[in-house]
């Protein structure tokens, strides 16, 4: 049973990664128009980024999920099934099911000889998680201000009140901290990334041999 939870606790994991980037997706395209409004060329760009970034991570979590479903778990499902055309007692069934297992969590980076694998997804996903939360909690509110904040400053000029302009009024919205952070966390996933795929390739390489 022990095999079976970890396994619906990696693909709950991959589910709820992959529900996060959704939402704060929804919450760039909910806000989009908004966001267009802020002149800064800059920040513009960063967005752009920001976003092939998200598009990015979603598809990681998008074929590792898959990767699970199909080729893990469908596979080893349908191997299990022709076995049991062929099993003669209750022996058979029980070997079947443990080879089941083993190649499940083996395939799903589950097992033991996959551990740095495994350890490697954790990390990847710990990023996206740490990505998606900072863009959303900071960056993206903090844009929203500084919409808002050129918008009331066109209005006040256009009205012309720009004397009676506040400080606050003046200031940039958008914390330069929180567009590092997204910078270095989005870093840090592209290395630990290569790292994982050097890892496969090393994996396969040794397999080919």
């Not at 199909?70 to 062929?86: C, I, N, P």
């Not at 959303?136 to 000029?157: G, I, N």
Request: proline letters at 0%; hydrophobic letters at 40%.
């Amino acid at each position: 049973m022990d095999a079976y939870a970890k396994i619906f606790s990696f693909l709950w994991k991959l589910k709820k990664i992959e529900h996060q980037l959704s939402l704060s997706w929804g919450n760039m395209m909910n806000n989009r128009k908004e966001f267009a409004k802020i002149p800064d060329a800059n920040l513009q760009s960063k967005f752009h980024r920001f976003n092939l970034a998200h598009q990015e991570m979603s598809h990681f979590v998008r074929n590792v999920f898959n990767y699970i479903l199909v080729e893990v778990l469908e596979s080893a499902w349908r191997e299990f099934l022709d076995g049991m055309k062929g099993a003669e007692d209750l022996d058979c069934i029980i070997l079947l099911q443990k080879k089941f297992i083993s190649n499940v969590m083996d395939k799903a980076l589950l097992s033991e000889n996959q551990k740095k694998l495994y350890k490697q997804v954790l990390t990847l996903l710990n990023q996206i998680f740490l990505f998606t939360h900072i863009k959303d909690v900071y960056f993206y509110s903090q844009a929203l201000k500084e919409s808002k904040r050129v918008q009331h400053v066109q209005s006040m000029k256009a009205a012309g009140r720009e004397h009676e302009l506040a400080q606050e009024d003046l200031t940039f919205q958008v914390n330069q901290i929180s567009i590092d952070e997204l910078e270095g966390t989005y870093d840090g996933f592209q290395k630990h990334f290569n790292e994982f795929y050097n890892m496969i390739e090393a994996e396969v390489s040794n397999f080919s041999c």
